[in-house]
């Protein structure tokens, strides 16, 4: 028998993202949520299934259950002036072990009606864990850029523009030479290809390659959260 081909998404996958787009209310997704299953979930658990198997040679910490990894559909609009209920894209996010309630670094990819986004890194990081990072790239920042400028990632993904301050942070000296580094609010890559990729096979190929010429990047980001955790698990044993 012949192999089964790798998972990916259909043209049905990306007609729905396209109509809820269009019809972002619960009268229209309410009766339509099995074709949503179909066309969308079931689809991103079996993309996810392929994802963690290859995870295992890279970043086996971040490799996660799909329905943890895929996040809801539903928009949280508590402080939202919108108020559409749904997204207008699927997304899944690798948290690392321990992390998972929490920012961290990570692996991140969506899809959308126009586009596919993969990207690697800290997005939206907790106060403590944004001063946790600032400090470590202190004497960490040549080991940051050397990671950055990888010949592979570069080829691959960009970096994140980071959220800049336009000052230095609070209790960090003006004058270090990792200033630059230490004014971001985020640090990571990201790659944007057309929606239309999500349709082959080499879909899987294509997030993991990203995925793993961006892990040592999210590794040293998660160094001294990680370290922070052990140091937890050694208070309560």
Not at 40 to 56: D, S, T, W
Not at 144 to 154: E, K
Not at 192 to 212: M, Y
Request: with cysteine.
């Amino acid at each position: 028998m012949p192999a089964a081909a790798a998972p990916h998404f259909t043209p049905e996958s990306l007609a729905f993202l396209r109509q809820l787009a269009r019809n972002n209310r619960r009268e229209w997704f309410t009766p339509r949520k099995p074709d949503f299953e179909r066309w969308l979930k079931e689809p991103m658990h079996a993309v996810i299934e392929a994802i963690n198997a290859a995870m295992l040679g890279f970043a086996p910490n971040h490799m996660q259950p799909p329905p943890k990894c895929m996040m809801r559909i539903y928009r949280d609009t508590r402080f939202s002036a919108d108020k559409t209920p749904y997204k207008k894209h699927i997304a899944a996010w690798w948290a690392h072990a321990g992390l998972l309630k929490t920012s961290g670094g990570g692996y991140y990819f969506h899809l959308s009606p126009t586009e596919l986004v993969i990207a690697a890194g800290v997005y939206m990081p907790e106060r403590e864990q944004l001063l946790a990072i600032r400090t470590h790239l202190l004497t960490h920042h040549a080991e940051m850029r050397r990671r950055l400028q990888s010949r592979t990632l570069r080829s691959l993904m960009n970096e994140f523009d980071g959220l800049r301050l336009t000052r230095p942070p609070k209790g960090f000296p003006a004058d270090h030479p990792a200033m630059d580094l230490l004014l971001c609010r985020q640090w990571g890559v990201a790659a944007t290809l057309p929606a239309q990729t999500a349709l082959h096979p080499t879909l899987v190929r294509e997030i993991v390659r990203r995925f793993r010429a961006a892990a040592p990047v999210v590794d040293l980001l998660n160094q001294p959260l990680t370290e922070r955790l052990s140091v937890r698990k050694r208070t309560v044993f």
